[in-house]
């Protein structure tokens, strides 16, 4: 069994991820503020991850064999990171997005070798620490937290120690989604009301959120590979099939609205999504079809309140 930190995301497939390692009798601490406490079991260490004097008290004398790092969202705190856990931990996992291929527009899956991060610049003075900045330039914050993990900075703080980034579809499923994305569909289909979407509407992929908690938890204690991974479901969703389904959990009819320039609905895309997730497969890790999860993840989030 393993000792294992995660740092953050003890919500939604976070809290998953733990209850999974707990139940696989792993030793498990989590570290964030003290914003959410500790399940039930769980060490609970409280630090601001972007403090790295706090990180370096809190930590002192320990170590880990595998670190999970849900909440590294620049590069910055990616810097933090290493030079924090280098000598702390034998693994690093950074809970990644499909968002580090905002400039990719393929028909074809992207697959890992896509982003090249030695090309990546690597800015540490921006302004990540506004929250407003960093939303508004959430991929490029991974893809240059990735970058940093790859050595692509030239900091002068040595190799990186072993790390993968898992780069997460879109995540679906849950009574506990927070992210009303389902919800904006269920209301306006119950209603007839139009659903904005792009004039050319691409698919994407998606993950159930039970799956990307499993495939965290394998990545972190039942894998050694290194590098980026795509995770997700095969079986890429439009949305369409999307509200397809709302419709026959809560009636109503889907309407959609075409529009060239402005606001669209989450899930409707106006250039692809898909990931490639072969390099998973091929390590040995097995994917559902989206097809086999898709009406059991909108019956969970959008609940009897929808009807």
């Not at 989206?290 to 929808?306: K, N, Q, Y």
Request: glycine share 10%; proline share 4%.
């Amino acid at each position: 069994m393993k000792n294992v930190l995660v740092i953050g995301g003890n919500r939604y497939f976070g809290k998953r991820l733990i209850a999974l390692l707990g139940e696989s009798g792993h030793r498990v601490a989590i570290l964030n503020r003290g914003s959410s406490d500790a399940p039930e079991g769980i060490e609970h260490l409280v630090a601001d991850r972007d403090d790295e004097a706090a990180l370096e008290s809190v930590l002192a004398g320990r170590s880990f064999d595998v670190v999970v790092d849900q909440v590294c969202y620049t590069p910055r705190q990616a810097e933090i990171a290493r030079r924090v856990f280098a000598a702390r931990t034998r693994r690093y996992v950074m809970t990644s997005t499909v968002e580090v291929y905002e400039y990719e527009d393929s028909a074809a899956p992207v697959a890992e070798v896509a982003l090249d991060l030695g090309a990546v610049a690597v800015d540490t003075g921006a302004a990540w620490e506004d929250p407003e900045f960093r939303e508004a330039h959430y991929g490029e914050g991974k893809r240059q937290a990735e970058a940093v993990f790859a050595g692509a900075a030239a900091d002068g703080t040595g190799p990186p120690f072993a790390w993968t980034s898992v780069r997460v579809a879109h995540v679906l499923g849950g009574v506990d989604d927070f992210t009303g994305r389902l919800d904006h569909y269920a209301r306006r289909i119950r209603a007839g009301e139009p659903i904005a979407v792009p004039v050319v509407n691409r698919p994407a992929t998606y993950v159930y959120v039970e799956e990307i908690a499993a495939f965290l938890a394998w990545a972190a204690v039942g894998a050694d590979f290194t590098g980026p991974v795509n995770a997700h479901s095969h079986g890429p969703l439009t949305t369409a099939e999307i509200c397809a389904e709302i419709e026959r959990r809560v009636g109503g009819r889907t309407v959609f609205r075409e529009v060239e320039v402005g606001e669209i609905s989450p899930f409707s895309f106006t250039r692809s999504y898909g990931m490639d997730n072969s390099r998973a497969v091929g390590l040995g890790y097995s994917f559902a079809h989206s097809s086999a999860w898709l009406a059991d993840a909108v019956a969970e989030t959008i609940g009897e309140a929808a009807k």
